[in-house]
């Protein structure tokens, strides 16, 4: 991670130095330069914990990783950028980013490459960010003052942690104690509403109820005092200026709402302000609703020869631009000469087949209606991944190189359930996942306003790339037999159970939903039975292979295949467990092995086995929600379903053993009673 903002020098405050400029050159002028880098984080953290937007804590300040325009700098002192390929997540991104450019294009994080010529560290850098919040807390004396009272401390060239603000002429808080140097953390407190804007906590207008201080109108000294930890907002400010005070606690609650201002419409990692009128409330820097990401994800397929032509011509595209027209008219030797200066590889198309190729980078755009976010369905990113795995023969052992995808059929044991039809061993895949945007206060699946809560990553008004993260690793499918969970199902649907669970999501639904989802049917979003039983298959088989494969339970993840017929679609119930690593080599093969006949008998056998108990029973066998509860899982908890957060695609939601198996006092499941 990065600060883009420039800094000032310790020892020449009078200076100012940029952090993408050369070490070498400050110091040749005697200057003490503080370094751009603050500190390092992992892909997958930068995508789904600290994305564009987020508020970071490093050890002593916090800082908010900006939009992607300031990224381009970056690539642009690099001289290019490298791209994931990942047709069909791409097209999803184009659907689901207003505005995005036709041939929007999927880049990782850019990084810091491990170097000890610190000399040009400036032309290394990773991601920028901006220090937020800028209202900071002196530990010494409690001041409270904006980011310029304070002085940057960070030239230890391999001790980022020690980067940290300071108030260098602290004297204690009774003024007793000889002037020198104490760190500043950030103020806690900021403003956020509905609609994604985040801003600073004004702290200035709070203690003095609106108006302007009488006693220094223009610089009120503050202080922040905070001698309850872990209470909840129980800070006091107070003007030393004139001796004014306010406790935080009357920011919090229902009746808070007229005491703070409107939303201003900040966006800070754009550095912009939206027309905004929202109601703001109180938010903590470190709460777990301030940023939540919207990301799509593809387990990348073999391509069809179509799609694979689409891809080629969207890279002819970006490469010639608006000279393509041009290019079109010239000699195909021509042509093809002109895209390898370019660096687009087309030596596997004769000329005829790049002829084509052109045509196709030159038809016409499709247009897209303005509510494609809303229609535009998350099953069609599964579709194809679905119809590839059960599709036959495949043969024995199935090679792509250019998806990465390596299948193996397994025989089935003779004593596994009926039910499980189908088993592969994936033996090697590629996951790539993108950010599309994220919101704030709540969930992105938690409204249905979408197209508006959803906020930009950048500020252009045609995005033409988003970030995004490759992994490579291995996994087990599942198939179920679609005749027995059909027949399931259709008791299923008239089950009191059931009613009670679909009951139950009504009401979290209208509880918890955005006011513009009146109109939505709760039922749209309530995923089937057959959901709720795959579901539960893959968490209690998550829980048993963590025991066996020598991967823990948060390596593990699900991808879910469980949709009923509809709109010329085919009804699909299968699982793909799997593990993945950003590294090349993926991952050790510990989890396929457990794809053998004998090795998976044995984990099915054991993870229904001990699905029959759970140490809350009987407590967690019969729990069904009733009104007012709207909870959304039946006999399911920690001690026996529910697994981590990085495991589960649905928050641990969906979720009821007594679809899976037979418990005490019901007959209801799948697979029946377990002995």
């Not at 009078?14 to 002028?29: F, H, R, W």
């Not at 990783?65 to 999803?92: K, N, S, V």
């Not at 793909?576 to 006949?597: F, K, Q, W």
Request: aromatic residues 6%; proline residues 8%; hydrophobic residues 35%.
């Amino acid at each position: 991670m990065t600060d883009a903002p420039a800094m000032e020098p310790v020892h020449d405050p009078t200076q100012t130095v940029d952090p993408l400029g050369d070490i070498e050159s400050a110091a040749e002028k005697g200057i003490l330069k503080n370094r751009a880098k603050v500190g390092s984080a992992r892909p997958s953290s930068l995508l789904y914990t600290y994305g564009p937007g987020s508020v970071m804590d490093m050890p002593n300040m916090t800082v908010m990783p900006t939009g992607l325009d300031d990224w381009d700098r970056i690539w642009l002192r690099r001289r290019g950028h490298p791209t994931i390929h990942a047709p069909r997540l791409r097209d999803a991104v184009r659907r689901l980013i207003k505005g995005a450019n036709r041939d929007i294009e999927l880049r990782p994080f850019p990084w810091q490459p491990t170097n000890t010529n610190f000399s040009k560290e400036g032309e290394d850098l990773g991601v920028p960010a901006r220090v937020f919040p800028q209202w900071l807390r002196c530990t010494g004396c409690d001041m409270l003052a904006p980011l310029s009272h304070f002085d940057y401390v960070n030239t230890h060239p391999f001790r980022t942690d020690l980067a940290r603000f300071e108030h260098t002429k602290c004297k204690g808080r009774r003024g007793e104690r000889k002037p020198g140097p104490r760190p500043a953390v950030p103020a806690r407190y900021l403003l956020a509403c509905a609609d994604g804007h985040v801003d600073e906590f004004p702290y200035v207008q709070w203690v003095h109820r609106g108006r302007r201080c009488s006693e220094a109108p223009d610089n009120p000294r503050l202080t922040m005092t905070d001698r309850s930890a872990g209470k909840g907002a129980v800070a006091t400010i107070r003007c030393e200026s004139c001796d004014r005070k306010r406790g935080m606690n009357e920011a919090q609650g229902e009746a808070a709402e007229a005491k703070l201002p409107k939303c201003r419409g900040r966006h800070p990692h754009l550095d912009a302000f939206y027309p905004c009128e929202n109601t703001v409330r109180l938010i903590l820097v470190g709460a777990s609703n301030l940023w939540f990401p919207a990301t799509q994800s593809v387990i990348v397929m073999p391509e069809s020869e179509s799609a694979h032509y689409e891809e080629v011509a969207s890279r002819v595209r970006g490469a010639f631009g608006p000279e393509l027209a041009d290019y079109a008219q010239s000699p195909i030797g021509l042509v093809r000469k002109a895209l390898h200066g370019e660096d687009v590889d087309v030596a596997e198309f004769d000329d005829q087949q790049l002829k084509q190729i052109i045509e196709l980078a030159l038809k016409p755009p499709q247009e897209d209606g303005d509510d494609q976010q809303r229609t535009w369905d998350p099953i069609d990113l599964l579709l194809p991944e679905w119809e590839h795995l059960i599709k036959d023969p495949i043969g024995d052992r199935h090679e792509e190189p250019r998806s990465n995808l390596t299948i193996s059929r397994r025989e089935r044991h003779p004593d596994l359930p009926a039910a499980l039809s189908r088993v592969l061993a994936v033996e090697s895949l590629r996951k790539v996942n993108a950010l599309v945007g994220f919101t704030r206060v709540d969930d992105i699946e938690r409204v249905d306003d979408l197209p508006g809560r959803l906020v930009p990553l950048a500020r252009k008004t045609t995005p033409d790339w988003t970030v995004a993260t490759e992994d490579r690793g291995e996994g087990i499918f599942l198939q179920l037999d679609e005749a027995s969970v059909s027949a399931w199902e259709r008791r299923m649907l008239k089950d009191p159970l059931w009613q009670a669970h679909r009951a139950a999501h009504r009401l979290n639904f209208n509880r918890r939903f955005s006011e513009t989802a009146a109109t939505v049917d709760p039922d749209s979003r309530l995923r089937p039975p057959r959901y709720w039983l795959v579901h539960t298959l893959a968490h209690v088989l998550i829980r048993e292979m963590a025991m066996t494969c020598g991967y823990n339970a948060a390596s593990l993840s699900e991808r879910l295949y469980a949709w009923r017929a509809s709109d010329g679609r085919a009804p699909s119930a299968g699982l793909l467990i799997c593990t993945t690593a950003s590294d090349s080599d993926g991952t050790l093969g510990g989890l396929v092995e457990l794809s053998r006949p004998e090795r998976l008998y044995e984990v099915v056998t054991r993870a229904l086995h001990r699905a029959t108990r759970c140490s809350s029973d009987p407590i967690c066998a019969t729990r069904t929600p009733q009104a007012p509860e709207d909870f959304l899982h039946g006999a399911a908890c920690h001690c026996c379903v529910m697994a981590s957060e990085t495991s589960c695609e649905r928050a641990n939601r969906f979720l009821d053993r007594r679809f899976l198996i037979d418990l005490p006092g019901s007959s209801r499941g799948f697979f029946g009673r377990i002995g």
